[in-house]
């Protein structure tokens, strides 16, 4: 019979993404996890309403995002418990939202977060540049329920500013960077690059590895 140590681990990704970034990441994260014999299940995170990428509005965009300063929750659909309860190690991915975690993922939490106590919790983390309030926050609620807070995997835009912020509010905004001369130069795209996503990849074999070790 086999032991404890010998059977596969379970990984649960849980995310939200809203413009496909964390999605490609969790893509790349999957991949990794199960070249290197985890099983992995997702679980992503639905608004109970629709929210539409692009927003095709300025001022739709900037007050999304003075909502999303003050932690506004988006609601979600009711997810699937089970799944958290039987799962070895969570992975929470998602992006960014004016400092803290998005709206799905507050929601996520306040409903949810007691089903993290005892379980390793790995945040994956997407933005343009700013992490460090999204993380703290995480880490809080994660341990004030008794999870281990792992420490984060995160992955910004590499574009100098002010260009990356000018176009990531563009994008946002449904207003194509490219299609604009003084942009084009200095904003080739807008989310993470191919390099990254390879990096991912390669940090979930590696985060499999100690998993799978019997001293992790
Ligand atoms: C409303 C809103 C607010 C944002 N605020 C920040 C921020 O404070 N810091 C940051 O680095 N990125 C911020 N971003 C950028 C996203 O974190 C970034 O584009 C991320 O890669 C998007 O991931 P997603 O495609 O999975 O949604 C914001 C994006 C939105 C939509």
Redesign the pocket.
Known sequence: MGTDSEKPKRALIIYY???????KLVHHLRKGFKEAGIEVETLKLIPEKKLSFPLHSVSRTIS??LR?FFRQRVQIKPVDKEQIRKADIIVLA??????NPSGPVLDFLDKYSYLLKGKKVLPVI??????RTHYRYLKRKITSCGGKCLSPIVFT?LIKEPWSTIG?FMT?AGINPRHHSFMRKHYPRY?HNQTQLAEMEKRARDIARSLASPFP
């Open positions: 993404t809203f413009s496909t970034q964390t999605a999304m995002m999303t998602g992006p960014t939202w004016s400092y997407s933005c343009r540049k700013y992490w835009h990531t946002i989310g």
